[in-house]
Every structure is written in C-alpha cells, then in structure tokens.
C-alpha cells in the first residue's frame, strides 16, 4: 500500500484530514508515526506557497509523498487579519489557542459587528519528485464575542458557521469536514492526490 504523509504535528488536523480520506487506499501516516522531525518557516506570500513548501520539504524529507495544508482567519472588520499570521497572531512565546482568540476579540472590540469573517484553506500533495498539486477551501461565517464548543481548535470555538448557527467547535467531525474550509480543500484535492499517486 501507498503511504501518505500527513504534514502536520497538529492533532485536531490529523484527524479531521485522516477521516476525510479514510476511504483512499492509501495508508496515511504522520511525522511523529515516522520518527520525522521537520521546522519550515513559512514565509509564502499565499496560504498556497506555503502548503506547497511545506508539502515539497516533508516529501524531499521522508521520499513519502507528502500533504501539507496552510490555512487562515481572514475578519473584513480587521482588514483580512489575522490572516496568513493566524498561527503567529501574538509574537509572545508560548502565545496558546485561547490568547489568540482573546487577542482577536480584543482587537474586535468598538467594531461595528456583524463581524463577518471567512476561513480559507490551501491543500498541497507534493512527491519527492517536485510533482506538485494544490487545492483551495473557503468558509464563511462571522465571529461572536464569546466562546462555544469544545470540539475544535484554533478559532473554532468563536466562529460561527453560516447557515448553522453553530459555532466550529459545535460541530461534530463529520459535519465539520463537510462544512470547514479544510473540508472542502481536501476534497477539491482527491484527484489531485489519485493522479499523483496513481491511483
């Protein structure tokens, strides 16, 4: 069986991007599961550059084919920010899930709200080879001052997913994959995967 490298030491990524393509018959491994230890800074100027230059190092790394996703919170009220620094919004180190979201509220706060917001997504599949191939996923919603849910990550727990009136961590897995803008990457990206891997 083909192995696939899941870019990410990202628990919650893991997992969703494992049941999204648990049907492909390929077996879908994670850095930790082969002892790769891998840092890229991502410096791309678009969630694309840097899924694909994460992809192309993990691929070059392990001589696995290789996935990776870049992913970001874009708020029309802050301008687009965080963004492609949505991992990196506070510079603090140590800086967790829950102070970033206490960061974005912060800085929401004598904004007019609704404070309409999107998650974008980029997939890359990269081979040892080069070949590479990238996929795009969007979801709209907007942003709510105080937290709910416990199932996400990140975000999850202040966005609110249109039309469900849940935020993402409200979301169980399955409705998540199908609704989130990671959901719907990976989706996009199935016959970029089948065709790279020839399949």
Same mark, same amino acid.
């Given at each position: 069986?083909?192995?696939?490298? /899941? ?77 492609? $620094? ?19 509220? $912060? ?50 727990? /202040? ?21 989130? $803008? ?18």
């Amino acid at each position: 069986m083909t192995s696939l490298l /899941i870019a990410t030491n990202n628990r919650g990524k893991m997992q969703e991007i494992r049941a999204l393509l648990s049907d492909l018959p390929f077996s879908l491994v994670s850095p930790e599961e082969i002892g790769l230890i891998l840092a890229v800074v991502e410096d791309g100027k678009s969630y694309g550059e840097n899924a694909e230059k994460k992809a192309m190092a993990y691929a070059r790394a392990s001589g696995l084919a290789a996935l990776a996703d870049d992913s970001g919170l874009e708020v029309d009220a802050l301008g687009g920010d965080p963004g492609l $620094h949505s991992a990196r919004y506070i510079s603090q180190p140590g800086a967790t899930d829950a102070d970033r979201r206490a960061f974005l509220l $912060h800085n929401l706060q004598g904004k007019p709200q609704p404070w309409l917001a999107r998650f974008r997504a980029a997939v890359a599949i990269s081979l040892p080879n080069g070949d590479t191939g990238i996929a795009e996923g969007e979801c709209r919603g907007r942003i709510i001052p105080e937290e709910r849910g416990t199932k996400g990550f990140g975000y999850d727990p /202040i966005f609110l997913v249109d039309p469900t009136e849940k935020t993402m961590a409200e979301l169980e897995l399955q409705e998540k994959n199908r609704l989130s $803008h990671r959901g719907k990457a990976v989706a996009n990206a199935r016959p970029i995967i089948l065709r790279l891997l020839g399949n």
